[in-house]
């Protein structure tokens, strides 16, 4: 295994926990432009944050904690034939348990990611923005992702936040 691999996870599961595979949860009222593999048991992982995030498009995920793949020799699938969107997302699957160490919790600001699309190029612009994203670690420990414009008022934004 020689990439780093990542996860989010929207609770704190302190600083290392074992995953394991399990079938997609199915956001009610979020509908994908395509159909994906519903029924696979896995553990989700991206090569980054945003990554992890785009993934997650249409599914409103404001904070969360991001954790570091840590298992050796577990296999990774790139799942391409079986979530459309994995050629973008960069999303891959592990099929059997897996430990992992926290890096972080983060904070997404604007509307990252918490857009739905309801077309494949909808979805491909999302996908963009949030890959596209300024990611910041900040004196809070946390690391921030900023949409264009919630950069620019990124410091009124965290003395806001320091009270």
Known sequence: MGRKFYRIELIDRGERFWAYPRKPYLWKGV????????????????????????????????????????????KIVFPKDKVPDAILTKEHWILEPAEFEKVAPFVVHGSLGLKVAHTWEELEQIIKEVLNAQ??????????????ESWKFRKFILMLSAR
């Open 31 to 74: 509908k994908k432009p395509f159909k994906e593999d519903e029924e696979t048991p896995r553990i989700s992982v991206a090569p980054s944050l945003r990554h992890c995030l785009s993934a997650w498009t249409g599914n409103p995920i404001p904070y969360g904690y991001l954790y570091k793949l840590v298992s050796k020799n577990v």
């Open 135 to 148: 990611q910041t670690r900040e004196n809070d420990g946390c690391i921030h992702l900023w949409d264009e």
